[in-house]
């Protein structure tokens, strides 16, 4: 009865979540315990749900400066080696042909970042530095997609993308502990950010098995997780702590 009941979803289930062999175990023989099938589920539901949090992970940091009309604590160095390693990802997980649930939410963060980047050079007086910086960062993404771009040219971004993330986390770590508080960096960017990294290391090992995208992910919890310690620990430092200490 709930083989038949179960049917009509059978194509869009084996679209989207598990594969055929899976729908048969969970839903013809009723094997609900199946570990293999579940990891896979897991995965696609854990890939879908980060997906689903990227889409709006950055915008409390976006808001923050557009708020504040300052972007005061962050580092415009440290957004760009960020960018550097989405873009990266990105493009590599194209290049390789990995399902959108192992790799989607890079971007809708890759839209964030170049947002926050240019606000950035906004709110710091650079406007047309800024609506430079986004034509620039244009031009490279779709000569990086282009099949002008060879795939070792990927790889060694992607390889890449290790030493971009932890230099983008120190140096932000830098100007935190430099600045003696976090300036306007977003406590629910930070977490999300860790906790999606974190996320991606179980759904890239099951999706992928790619052993750069999965150290790629390892580093980036490691060090996301140094900036969430950071707010944490500055929680109750306001931005005037700068000022006050130099005076």
């Known amino acids: 009865m709930a083989a038949s009941f179960m049917e009509p979803f059978r194509e869009l289930l084996v679209k989207f979540l598990i594969p055929e062999k899976c729908f048969d175990e969970f839903f013809i023989n009723f094997n609900f315990l199946d570990v293999p099938c579940l990891k896979i589920l897991i995965s696609k539901v854990l890939g879908i749900g980060i997906i689903a949090g990227s889409i709006m992970v950055k915008l409390p940091q976006i808001i923050?400066?557009?708020r504040a009309k300052s972007a005061e604590g962050l580092s415009?160095?440290?957004v760009l080696l960020e960018l550097l390693a989405i873009t990266g990802t990105m493009v590599y997980s194209i290049s390789n042909s990995f399902p959108f649930s192992a790799w989607g939410e890079v971007l809708f963060l890759m839209?964030?970042?170049?947002?926050i980047g240019f606000l950035i050079q906004h709110y710091g007086g650079n406007t047309g530095r800024g609506i430079g910086f986004l034509g620039l960062y244009a031009v490279i993404l779709l000569l990086l997609l282009s099949p002008l771009t060879p795939k070792t040219v990927i790889t060694l971004m992607q390889a890449?993308?290790?030493p971009a993330i932890v230099i983008s986390r120190l140096i932000q770590a830098a100007t935190n502990y430099r600045n003696g508080h976090t300036g306007q960096l977003s406590a629910i960017t930070v977490f999300l950010l860790f906790a999606g990294s974190l996320a991606r290391i179980f759904t890239t090992v099951q999706e992928t098995g790619d052993p750069l995208m999965i150290l790629t992910f390892v580093v980036s919890s490691c060090c996301n997780g140094i900036i969430a310690a950071q707010l944490l620990y500055y929680w109750?430092?306001?931005?005037?702590?700068?000022?006050?200490?130099?005076?």
């Open 64 to 66: 923050k400066l557009i």
């Open 76 to 78: 415009f160095k440290a």
């Open 160 to 162: 890449t993308n290790v």
């Open 111 to 115: 839209v964030q970042t170049v947002t």
């Open 236 to 247: 109750n430092v306001p931005s005037s702590h700068k000022e006050k200490k130099h005076k």
